[in-house]
């Protein structure tokens, strides 16, 4: 291969290629980030110079990617297609961070405190984009006040498709009709001398959010910390605790109430301070709850009124505990930005600082709707231990109305919030062969810890997690009732 073959694109914004003109930029952007995730795959066994060039043909297909001081300047010689690289070549990578896309290095300089690389593209998401762009600017149009920047007015407007191919009703549905419903988690172990699941109530919803959606999201969280650093939200609404030791520096900001999580110093109990106030339901969390009651993971009969945001930093973790009655069930947490374990259990055991021992450890993938209701949310603990690296929790809850903050008022946008229909043909025809199929229960009969389950006393329980895409209409659509506040 001569070095004409090996010469680099070198293409000015000016002169883009005519491919290129038939896409929109955020279509360019999605498909860019779609070949940077598998640059890998694509160049295995490529020597360096074909490596290259791909990665910077791939760098072309952003309008707003460029190309590092080092990459503009590197020779275009090349001793052949061996791998061996020139002398220019050796210097290049001396000067330059990055001399391929998909780097270790490309992540570490983020624009916002809690910016990581972005979720992993499929080639559903790329053609599922970012939803949220309509439904929030129409919120804002609307005239809701929320904490907000013009920066992030100017990054909704861009992010909405200028040309979609079908219709919001429709793209939403096909997005709804593949969503795929964890349920019927199940680990029984023995409570007041009885044995009994744990887990019952408990669901895991993935496919909710596109990559492009949870990146919006993490964007904003990240403007909110920023707003929250600077005292532009409410005195409650923002707490940046000190991170003092392991497992405690874990940053929240709450919207709808102020939730006390342990006696304050004015020797207020745990729960809502309904005297105290705080900032607003934001428009795109709002976009979220309603996302949340169309798509069947929360019922419209328990439309959140208040979230909190947990940021954790690496080391920082929640232990052990059951939410408080001041909020009925069912409530629900999204993870954003790296998976985690949430760890489940009737008697969960702290070992150290951010390390605790439970019966069942549950994957918590990145952009997932963990659901908590029954005995999964009133029997059952629930802890997150230590976190490897930066994640983001929202949880949703609806407050008990006795417990409401003073001069509450309900958002009249989240009222009369109605669940999409399913096609129950068609669900039949994807579950039908997996209905009449139960996988038989095994008991722990070692009694030590077996893939995630704990130390629990030998026979007292066993586990068996089952999934299922979409369900019965029946079991989606089961909620029990909230046991009375304590």
């Known amino acids: 291969m001569d070095e004409q073959q090996h010469q680099r694109p070198h293409q000015s914004p000016a002169s883009k ?63 052949g297609c061996n791998g061996q690289l020139n002398e220019n070549s050796d210097n290049h990578d001396d000067n330059c961070d990055t001399h391929s896309i998909g780097s270790w290095k490309d992540g570490a300089e983020a624009n916002s405190p809690v910016e990581t690389p972005s979720p992993r593209m499929s080639w559903a998401d790329m053609a599922q984009e970012d939803e949220f762009g309509e439904e929030e600017h129409e919120a804002i149009n609307g005239g809701t006040a929320v904490p907000a920047s013009n920066s992030n007015l100017e990054e909704v407007a861009k992010a909405t498709p200028e ?36 887990l019952e109530g408990l669901e895991l919803h993935t496919g909710i959010f596109s990559a492009a959606e949870q990146k919006r999201i993490v964007n904003y969280v990240a403007s909110l910390q920023e707003m929250g650093r600077k005292g532009e939200l409410k005195d409650r609404t923002f707490s940046a605790p000190q991170k003092w030791m392991r497992g405690k520096g ?10 006390n999580y342990a ?20 428009d795109l969390f709002k976009v979220i709850i309603r996302r949340l009651i169309r798509w069947h993971v929360l019922p419209p009969t328990c439309v959140p009124d208040s979230c909190i945001v947990n940021i954790y930093e690496e080391g920082d973790c929640i232990p052990p505990h059951i939410d408080n009655h001041d909020f009925v069930r069912p409530f629900c947490t999204v993870s954003f930005l790296s998976e985690c374990n949430i760890l489940f259990g009737s008697n969960l055991k702290v070992i150290g600082p951010g390390e605790f021992d439970g019966s069942l450890a549950i994957p918590l993938p990145v952009g997932s709707v963990l659901v908590l209701n029954g005995n999964g949310a009133d029997v059952a603990k629930h802890c997150v231990p230590a976190v490897p690296t930066k994640r983001i929790s929202i949880t949703f809850r609806r407050m008990d109305p006795a417990k409401r903050p003073m001069g509450f008022v309900p958002e009249p946008d989240l009222q009369g919030i109605q669940p999409l229909t399913y096609d129950n043909d068609k669900e039949k025809k994807s579950t039908g062969s997996r209905s009449n199929h139960r996988p038989r229960r095994q008991r ?10 704990g130390s629990a006393p030998r026979n007292d329980r066993y586990s068996e997690p089952r999934e299922s895409n979409q369900s019965s209409q029946r079991s989606s659509n089961r909620w029990s009732r909230a046991r009375p506040s304590s």
Request: proline share 7%; hydrophobic share 30%; with cysteine.
């Open 263 to 282: 006696v304050d110093r004015d020797g207020n109990p745990p729960g809502i301070l309904q005297g105290e106030m705080v900032d607003p339901i934001p």
């Open 444 to 453: 722990d009969r070692r009694g030590g810890r077996n893939e995630g389950m």
């Open 163 to 198: 040309k979609p191919t079908l219709p919001r009703e429709q793209r939403e549905y096909i997005r709804f009709m593949n969503v795929r419903r964890k349920k019927d988690f199940m680990c029984f172990e023995r409570v007041n001398g009885k044995l009994v699941n744990i």
């Open 250 to 259: 874990r940053q929240t900001i709450q919207f709808g109430c102020c939730y």
């Open 17 to 79: 290629d005519p491919f290129l003109l038939n896409y929109q930029p955020s279509e360019l952007r999605i498909a860019s980030e779609f070949f940077t995730n598998w640059l890998p795959f694509l160049s295995k066994d490529l020597c360096n110079h074909c490596t290259q060039l791909l990665s910077d043909r791939i760098r072309s297909i952003d309008p707003e990617s460029s190309l590092c001081d080092g990459q503009k300047e590197v020779s275009n010689g090349s001793d």
